[in-house]
């Protein structure tokens, strides 16, 4: 059974680090659609060299860490700030 502590808990840290990334002039910000399939993806290669924690052996991530991800790029989407 996966424990919902680290998933909830590194969800909520990254919602709470994505809302205040500030977004600034559009013209500024070069991210495009494959900056961020890359960044999924470096998180993802990141969350499986981390493992699980001790004890936890039903998934090989960090499912801290990759909720994390998600909660900081869900949260830049729609909560993100402007300059």
Sequence with gaps: MISIGPILFGFILGLI????IKTGNID?????????????????????????????????????????LIGILLSKF???RSS
Aim: charged share 10%; net charge negative.
């Design 28 to 68: 500024d910000t070069s991210f495009k659609a494959s900056s961020y399939v890359i960044i999924i993806i470096a998180g993802l290669i990141m969350a499986w060299q981390l493992g699980e924690f001790p004890f936890y052996d039903q998934f090989p991530l960090s499912t801290g860490f990759a909720s994390a």
């Design 78 to 80: 729609i909560l993100a």
């Design 17 to 20: 680090i994505g809302s205040q």
